[in-house]
């Protein structure tokens, strides 16, 4: 690494107190001063406005930005934000910030087949979902990975991953085999079960606490599908229902009973004087159509039926990506819980959450099957979850005050869908929580 070639042009000249670019990043390098900024500085969910955002093209690029980053705070005796971005919608809103450097990873995009009959592709972390699915159903291949093509895969693939295949193939991280890694002293390292196993497992769940992976391998799933296209049977359900503890006691025990090949995404919106609106999403892994009728059949008889639509469809059409450029334009705030099941106190948490003025909807995701038959302490992610109790609903920092947090929107509702909170085995569902992010003062509930 040469770092006696500094950037010397004036819209690169660093904060006071910041060392000079190495030239190799400083040809990567975008500040307010320049043409893109504007474009690059925020995420889908936060208006960002970094000092420096490095746009890597190598893993070389990302060693180097690591290794600037690292002598800034050391220099500078200040811990300046250092934000990782893979594709940008995180619902945490992490991959920007105000001050500090964003290293930007989506030209690392590359795809590899490596073995099509053990269905091993290595794929770059820069790279999307959405991309992924496209190139994986060439050869009848999934990977289990969210529900927006858009996000990308260095964050979801160390963060956990619950998408329309989590109960018969497990999470996301639960497909990986390999990792390449940068870790904080610099050092390029591939990861696997045999060669640093620590640091393995602690990609799985840890996020960008092990270091910034740059690439991944994982083993994709054959549906073997009759059409070779990576066929899935979806499933979109609207119910009305007057009873959501009911409902979702109801829903719970459909999906626990049902084959692994279901699963099952839940979308609840409060209309006013205990009606709730729910938009179901139901997929089965493949397009065994015999199978799956009579498991989807019983769903239409959960709830009043308001409208419903079954269908056989690639799946890369079900994940969509519209490339759009982020620009923080989620303007609200959502937070995770894991449950153990999904039952009536669940549901009855739920409508107390939902009837508070600030909140917009909430989401239920089964999960069980394949991602409760992996080991609790097997990766990071299982031992965080364990330990994540309280963790959640807290708004952005610019609401916190002195003294207690102001939790948004906290409520009765929301305290026991915390305490409901279960270790990663047996998951039984997800709970998401939606609010919006306009008004802290209506998030009157003050907590230690």
Known sequence: MNTNRLARSHDLVPPDGWPGLPGTLAAR??????????????????????????????????????????????????????????????????????????????????????DPQLGLVRVGAGATWGQIAGQLAAEDLVISSGNFGDTGVGGLATAGGVGYFARSQGLTLDSMVRAKLVTADGTIRWVDTDHEPELFWAVRGGATHAGVV???????????????????????????????PQFTADWGQWVRQSPDELESFLMVQALGDGQHAIQALNVWAGDGQDQAAPVLREALGLAQLHDSRTEL?????????????????????????????????????????????????GELRALGGAVARVPAHATALGVAASRSAGSYLDPPVRHRRAGP?????????????????????????????????????????REN
């Open 29 to 114: 390098a975008i500040t307010e001063h320049r043409a893109g900024y504007a474009m690059e500085r925020s995420s889908y969910m936060s208006v960002g406005a970094p000092a420096l955002i490095i746009k890597a093209r190598s893993e070389q690029d990302v060693q180097e930005t690591v290794l600037y980053a690292a002598r800034l705070r050391e220099q500078s005796g200040t811990r300046v934000e250092f934000s990782i971005r893979s594709g940008g919608h995180g619902i945490a809103g992490t991959s920007t910030n105000t001050g500090g450097i964003i290293l930007d990873l989506s030209a690392l995009r590359h795809f590899e087949m490596l």
């Open 214 to 244: 740059t690439a991944f391998e994982f083993t994709a799933t054959d549906l073997r599908t009759a059409a070779g296209d990576a066929s899935i049977i979806h499933q979109q359900l609207t119910y009305l229902t007057d009873s959501l």
């Open 313 to 361: 469809v690639p799946y890369p059409l079900i994940v969509p990506a519209p490339n759009s450029p982020h620009a923080g334009q989620q303007r609200i705030k959502m937070r995770d819980v894991l449950v153990d099941q999904a039952d009536e106190q669940l549901g009855d948490a739920m409508a107390q959450s939902l009837a508070h003025r600030a909140s917009l909807v």
């Open 405 to 445: 947090v102001v939790r948004c929107p906290a409520g009765s509702g929301h305290r026991r869908v915390r305490r409901l909170l279960f270790g990663r085995s047996p998951f039984g569902c997800r709970a998401r929580l939606a609010w919006a992010d306009r008004n802290p003062a209506a998030c009157p509930v």
